[in-house]
């Protein structure tokens, strides 16, 4: 690895770039791409579910009121009769949404401030560190339902919280990764070699605590589903009649005993999709560690 | 110790003191009056001043907040707006559910986690360590409202083993009491096992590879005796730690669960007052509850220290 950094064509890349040939290999195996399909499938009919030739989400029919799946509605309809499987799809949007720009506004902030910390040290790293830890001293969840209490539930202002909820961890993440990659001999010689400390941030470091920024990201992206799932079953995230999974799940409980597939196939969906989320980063975050132990 | 205590006490009532001042902010700063809010939009303005008035809304901002720290230390929350009755008398009311059904559910992801924990640690790579491997994952990835409905459908719905929704106060009928939280806390601690399993699996694993407990088993020692005696307590603190940090999973949790299985406790109350607007009741129960956690985070951070003895300096 040293012997790698000293050598100047090498620098940006080093820790990541070096390796990668040993690993070239290795398998990802059906534990990966099996949940990875899952991903893409879900992704892409969320993405156009507008274009699918689906019944509308929020049209009531009342010819067809809680008809249990069959061919003409393969998850079958609701006490109002609207589609279960478009609901599902449409309600896919939301959850993919909120759990993907939540947490990138979160890496987004937390990076910046984590790289800030880890890179300058001092007064900066013990300011910024305080600040995290206030917003850690109060339980996300409350601050979420306080804030929708008072200015209404909305997807912007879920996505704003949920985001700013997850600053301190990625804060940590990056600050703890910087704090190691500056420690290697690549910075040192960068700096030595008179790169500004935006350089040497941006070019140098950047690429290095990128990747375990963005595995640890798989986590939080999977958690900020379930937070999403939670806030919508409590009606605080989209509006009816517009479908999430977490309201299909809590519209679907009253009928628990007598219709269990109007909350279970929305269950059983989100389950899949953290699931899989899970089993991803659960591979790759193996495979970093693998990474560490060749170097 | 003492200096350790001291100095986390300090850092206690400044951590208080910003999670009391942000809980009050969160009701002042945020857009709207409540003063319109309560009184609706076709209030008359001398209507909406008197109102003003008498909830101390025209004050300056820090004389109202010290107005209401100082009710806060006095345990006076102010009335909801919307049923009059004092802030505090309702939390008092609904705490002792919230709090019974964490104490359980903690209680009772531990006693299944530290027993799986130990096992697994002891016969790591077999096939029951596999096995609680991949219900863990599994685990980990149904949120808690999923497992509470899952829960209710089986043993409330198809089985009839317990009672699906409603409570019973534990002196009227503690038996009744604990069937009505028994479904609730087995969802929460369902969903919080496999992350306490994890922990002290792994840190047991290490703790194994030491040579004090090589010379135990040389010894002749039974391996049930090193797992509890030698091996556990050097391997929980991340355990005490994470289940610590827990709390703040156990408030969303029962959030939720208490809505789906209709418990009267706080949070559900807070739901409630959400969807109300009644802005007194939710503000009291955030500040409540915030300090409920940083107390319990101190109380956990003092059980680390007395754990290990390294901590302390």
């Known amino acids: 690895m040293n012997a790698l950094a000293d050598d100047p064509g090498h620098e940006t890349a080093s820790p990541v770039g070096a390796t990668i040939p040993m690993r070239v290999r290795d398998r990802l195996g059906l534990r990966f791409w099996l949940p990875a399909a899952w991903i893409t499938m879900v992704v892409v009919l969320a993405a156009t579910a507008s274009l699918l030739p689906l019944p509308s989400p929020i049209e009531t029919d009342f010819t067809a009121l809680s008809n249990w799946p069959d061919r003409a509605h393969w998850f079958g309809t609701d006490q109002l009769g609207r589609d279960i499987l478009s609901r599902?799809?449409?309600?896919?949007?939301?959850?993919?949404?909120?759990?993907?720009?939540?947490?990138?506004?979160?890496?987004?902030?937390?990076?910046?401030?984590?790289?800030?910390?880890?890179?300058?040290?001092?007064?900066?790293?013990?300011?910024?560190?305080?600040?995290?830890?206030?917003?850690?001293?109060?339980?996300?969840?409350?601050?979420?339902?306080?804030?929708?209490a008072y200015v209404g539930a909305s997807v912007p202002l879920l996505v704003i919280l949920l985001g700013v909820l997850t600053v301190p961890t990625f804060m940590r993440v990056a600050r703890a990764n910087t704090l190691v990659f500056a420690q290697h001999d690549f910075v040192l010689a960068a700096r030595a070699m008179g790169a500004t400390h935006w350089r040497v941030l941006s070019l140098e470091l950047l690429p290095n605590v990128m990747i375990p920024i963005l595995i640890y990201a798989l986590l939080v992206v999977s958690r900020i589903i379930v937070v999403e799932g939670v806030l919508s079953f409590l009606g605080l995230s989209l509006p009816a009649p517009w479908p999430t999974w977490g309201n299909m799940i809590a519209d679907g409980q009253v009928e628990l005993a007598t219709l269990p597939y109007i909350p279970f196939i929305p269950a059983a969906l989100m389950f899949l999709t953290v699931l899989s989320i899970n089993l991803i980063g659960e591979r790759l975050r193996a495979r970093t560690d693998l990474r560490g132990s060749v170097l | 110790m003492t200096s350790y205590v001291l100095r986390k006490l300090l850092r206690l009532g400044l951590v208080l003191l910003v999670v009391?001042?942000?809980?009050?902010?969160?009701?002042?700063?945020?857009?709207?009056?409540?003063?319109?809010?309560?009184?609706?939009?076709?209030?008359?303005?001398?209507?909406?001043?008197?109102?003003?008035?008498?909830?101390?809304?025209?004050?300056?901002?820090?004389?109202?907040?010290?107005?209401?720290?100082?009710?806060?230390?006095?345990?006076?929350?102010?009335?909801?707006?919307?049923?009059?009755?004092?802030?505090?008398?309702?939390?008092?009311?609904?705490?002792p559910v919230t709090i019974e059904l964490m104490l359980l559910s903690q209680g009772l992801a531990l006693l299944i986690a530290v027993p799986t924990g130990v096992l697994c640690a002891y016969k790591a790579g077999s096939r029951i360590d596999q096995l609680a491997n991949a219900v863990g994952l599994f685990l980990l990835a149904a949120p808690v409202f999923i497992l509470a409905i899952l829960l209710m459908f089986l043993f409330a719905l198809k089985l009839r083993w317990l009672p699906s929704t409603?409570?019973?106060?534990?002196?009227?009928?503690?038996?009744?009491?604990?069937?009505?939280?028994?479904?609730?806390?087995?969802?929460?601690?369902?969903?919080?096992?496999?992350?306490?399993?994890?922990?002290?699996?792994?840190?047991?694993i290490k703790t194994l590879q030491q040579d004090y407990i090589a010379l135990a088993k040389a010894k002749g020692l039974g391996p049930a005796f090193i797992l509890f005696r030698h091996a556990l307590r050097p391997s929980s603190f991340t355990l005490v730690t994470l289940s610590g940090l827990q709390i703040a999973a156990t408030i969303a949790g029962a959030l939720v669960v208490e809505t789906i299985f209709g418990l009267p406790g706080i949070g559900r109350m807070l739901t409630g007052a959400v969807y109300n607007r009644d802005m007194m009741l939710v503000q009291g129960c955030v500040a409540v509850i915030s300090v409920g956690y940083v107390l319990i985070n101190f109380g956990v951070d003092l059980i680390y220290a007395l754990l290990d003895p390294r901590v302390r300096q």
């Not at chain 1, 401030?113 to 790293?125: I, P, Q, S």
């Not at chain 2, 809304?57 to 806060?72: A, E, S, V």
């Open chain 2, 20 to 95: 009391a001042a942000a809980s009050f902010l969160l009701m002042n700063l945020l857009p709207g009056d409540v003063a319109l809010a309560l009184l609706g939009n076709e209030a008359t303005p001398e209507a909406v001043a008197q109102v003003r008035a008498e909830l101390g809304l025209d004050q300056p901002l820090l004389m109202r907040y010290l107005h209401w720290l100082g009710g806060f230390l006095c345990g006076d929350l102010g009335r909801s707006y919307i049923t009059q009755v004092p802030v505090m008398e309702s939390i008092l009311d609904r705490l």
């Open chain 2, 166 to 204: 409603g409570y019973v106060p534990f002196m009227t009928d503690p038996v009744r009491n604990l069937a009505h939280l028994a479904l609730p806390a087995l969802a929460i601690a369902l969903a919080e096992w496999p992350s306490l399993f994890a922990v002290l699996r792994g840190d047991m």
């Open chain 1, 88 to 148: 599902a799809i449409f309600g896919a949007r939301i959850s993919l949404t909120v759990g993907l720009l939540a947490p990138a506004l979160g890496l987004g902030i937390g990076m910046l401030l984590g790289m800030t910390a880890g890179y300058f040290r001092g007064r900066v790293e013990i300011v910024i560190g305080a600040a995290m830890d206030a917003v850690m001293a109060f339980p996300g969840i409350l601050v979420v339902l306080a804030v929708t």
